[in-house]
């Protein structure tokens, strides 16, 4: 339940109209817990906590990072990620 609070907080994030460059916004908590918007459909055993992007917010948890360009979740564009570490106030 208390993740379902903390990523409840990204809900005006994750509704926005993404910038013009941005395909994708994710939120993922080391729970397990992973939002994505606009939604997709993921492949069954997508793990957030595997991907690049994640890693690395995770490592350096106090700076904007980059992640080379890959694949999108749905397999259908090449992305460059930015991410940033959000922690939980608890």
Known sequence: ME??????KFETVLG????SQAVYRYMAKSEGVFRIAPGILME???DPG???WYRQSSL???KCVYTRAGYSPSGDQNLLSISQALLDPQ
């Open 44 to 46: 069954k055993y997508y």
């Open 50 to 52: 595997e991907q690049p």
């Open 16 to 19: 926005l109209p993404p910038p």
């Open 3 to 8: 993740d379902i609070i903390f990523t409840s």
């Open 60 to 62: 350096y948890q106090d």
